[in-house]
Antibody, heavy 114, light 108 residues
Framework: EVQLVESGGGLVKPGGSLTLSCAAS????????MSWVRQAPGKGLEWVGR??????????DYAAPVKGRFTISRDDSTNTLFLQMNSLKTEDTAVYYC?????WGQGTLVTVSS | SSELAQDPAVSVALGQTVRITCQGD??????ASWYQQKPGQAPVLVIY???KRPSGIPDRFSGSNSGSTASLTITGAQAEDEADYYC???????????FGPGTRVTVL
């Protein structure tokens, strides 16, 4: 059974930083392209970014609102995906999901507020 | 505004058929996927590559595409199908992914 478990969410002040983690199991993690998707309260889904598998270059792509502030990385030795978020803004407040597109985690809430 | 357009809401009588559409120029080149999301839950993939259904998804869900429009059809809607439905595809750039704004389906 594939499981994706996000952690690291919480309350952070504007301008602050936070790192989210996503622990994967039941999947050959090193072969999988992983994405982060977020959902602001009462709003729709928004793609944040993705990272390819290392065998396909391990490159990253980001949505325009987070490019330059967010960094996605992966540790295939521990089956973990990361989302480093810097210069956080109030509009970054959302539930953050990690996903393979077929499987999703339960999400972790990030609240950016003073 | 989103690069993919969806009607905000649609209703369907129990047991009837409803079609949800998603419009966008990128759909002329790339397949759409569809996600179902119920309140407080993570999204669930119901259609991928325009018309393929993951195992475990009821066959009352089907997908199609024509030109710049992708469609999700629920044939014989059930009460448990009441949810938000999002289309998903590539955006203006090949490495840019987007979701539609979502369609809320109400089963009457």
């Amino acid at each position: 059974e594939v499981q994706l478990v996000e952690s690291g969410g919480g309350l952070v002040k504007p301008g602050g930083s936070l790192t989210l983690s996503c622990a994967a199991s039941g999947v050959t993690f090193s072969n999988v392209w992983m994405s982060w998707v977020r959902q602001a309260p009462g709003k729709g889904l928004e793609w944040v970014g993705r990272i390819k598998s290392k065998t396909e270059g391990g490159t990253t792509d980001y949505a325009a609102p987070v490019k330059g502030r967010f960094t996605i990385s992966r540790d295939d030795s521990t089956n973990t995906l990361f989302l480093q978020m810097n210069s956080l803004k109030t509009e970054d407040t959302a539930v953050y999901y990690c996903t393979t597109w077929w499987f999703w985690g339960q999400g972790t809430l990030v609240t950016v507020s003073s | 505004s989103s690069e993919l357009a969806q009607d905000p809401a649609v209703s369907v009588a129990l047991g009837q058929t409803v079609r949800i559409t998603c419009q966008g120029d990128s759909l002329r080149r790339y397949y759409a996927s569809w996600y179902q999301q119920k309140p407080g839950q993570a999204p669930v993939l119901v259609i991928y590559d325009a018309n393929k259904r993951p195992s475990g998804i009821p066959d009352r869900f089907s997908g199609s595409n024509s030109g710049s429009t992708a469609s999700l059809t629920i044939t014989g809607a059930q009460a448990e199908d009441e949810a938000d439905y999002y289309c998903h595809s590539r955006g203006s750039g090949i490495n840019h992914l987007v979701f539609g704004p979502g369609t809320r389906v109400t089963v009457l």
